[in-house]
């Protein structure tokens, strides 16, 4: 089962991605935490990244590429992924269709509004926990319920920087939709529901 999970920032890409992952067994590959590990690890990619990120820019196909090209090799992809955050364009849609086929592609929609304030609301630890400050607090505020680390606000996170990452996704990723749809693998879902109801709703269109 091959599938890839695309919508807007904040639409709950991540959260029901590793729901399907635990679900059906296969592994939840997400470009935005390998770009956040190499950053974190101070790699080279991660500079790259990180300059690239939080100008609400999208790092290069080639690099991006190349990195989950890498990763769908590995023994744990034989039986399907979920890819979360790629492919974010046509070109990368290209890439990856010319190396594996897709199965389903999960369209969860949501306004740019709602967004925002899913986005804006977030906090994190240094070593990735992440809470909403509205929507799952942590028991101390500020501080991570795991770790007992300070939580902040990621740059990327910032409303100023996710309007410019939502216009990036109706120029380049948003069309996206529209070709899954013409390949007939598109599943469409309304991401401004529950998360319960959404992970359900997918579920039930896989499975029909």
């Known amino acids: 089962m091959n599938l890839l999970i695309i919508g807007p ?28 590990e190499n950053i974190k690890q101070k790699t080279e990619l991660g500079k790259l990244a990180e ?13 991006t590429f190349g990195i989950i090209k890498k990763r769908l090799l590995e023994d744990d992809c034989k039986n399907g992924y979920i890819l979360d955050g790629f492919p974010r364009n046509i070109e ?52 991570c319920d795991v770790c007992q680390k300070p939580l902040f606000q990621r740059d ?15 120029e380049k990723t948003k069309p996206l939709i529209e070709h899954y749809t013409n ?4 599943i469409d879902i ?8 959404v992970f359900k709703d997918i579920v039930k269109k896989l499975e029909r």
């Open 9 to 36: 920032q904040g639409c709950g890409k991540g959260t029901q991605a590793k729901r399907l992952s635990l679900k059906y067994g296969i592994p939840h590959i997400s470009t935005g935490d390998i770009f956040r």
């Open 92 to 143: 990368q849609a290209d890439m990856l269709e010319g190396f594996l086929e897709t199965e389903f592609a999960i369209n969860i929609s949501t306004k740019d509004k709602e967004a925002i304030n899913r986005i804006a609301g977030r906090r994190t630890c240094i070593n990735g926990h992440v809470y909403h400050v509205t929507l799952n607090p942590p028991k101390k505020m500020g501080v």
């Open 51 to 63: 300059d690239i990120i939080n100008q609400g820019k999208l790092v290069p196909d080639d690099i």
């Open 156 to 170: 990327d996170d910032k409303p100023e920087t996710i309007r410019k990452r939502l216009k990036v996704y109706h």
């Open 190 to 197: 309304n991401g401004e529901q529950p998360i319960e109801k």
């Open 183 to 186: 390949l007939g693998k598109i």
